[in-house]
């Protein structure tokens, strides 16, 4: 009869899972017999964000994520900034190819400034006092967005 393992390290967290016919446990690594059931809600628990360990008394269970520290938040915060950013180049592009072809320009002077003052806001965001933990400025209201 076949038997599942969920193997674990030094800090009871669960690092894989093995069977008794198709991967044996590794000699040297420590591993607890569990069953289907409990193997599927290990997996459902992780695939919702869950850590996997065993408790006190080594019976596998799930835990809520650790709150991320401020360097992941600082991390998180600076790739929503830079998606914004990267949201409004064209608009840059745009204005810089219609001033050099002398056609006229589809942002206003007003347009402009208030786009380059957005984009160095954002530039600006990781020196605001309360970084991380601090809002995007809000996008001008002449910038498209959505899908």
């Avoid at 409990?38 to 992780?46: E, V």
Wanted: charged share 25%.
């Amino acid at each position: 009869m076949r038997q599942k393992f969920a193997a674990y390290d030094a800090q009871r967290i669960i690092t894989g899972f093995y069977d008794s016919i198709d991967s044996p446990v590794p000699d040297g690594m420590q591993a607890v017999a569990i069953t289907d059931e409990q193997h599927a809600l290990l997996l459902a628990g992780q695939s919702d964000g869950k850590r996997m360990t065993l408790d006190d008394r080594g019976v596998p269970c799930l835990l809520d994520p650790l709150p991320r520290t401020r360097a992941q938040l600082a991390d998180a915060k600076r790739t929503t900034r830079d998606i914004a950013l990267h949201a409004t180049d064209w608009l840059v592009a745009r204005h810089q190819d219609e001033k050099l072809i002398g056609d006229g320009t589809t942002l206003t002077a007003d347009q402009l400034v208030a786009l380059l003052k957005y984009r160095q806001a954002l530039r600006d965001l990781s020196g605001a006092a309360g970084w991380p933990n601090i809002d995007l400025p809000a996008v001008p209201d002449f910038v498209p967005t959505g899908a």
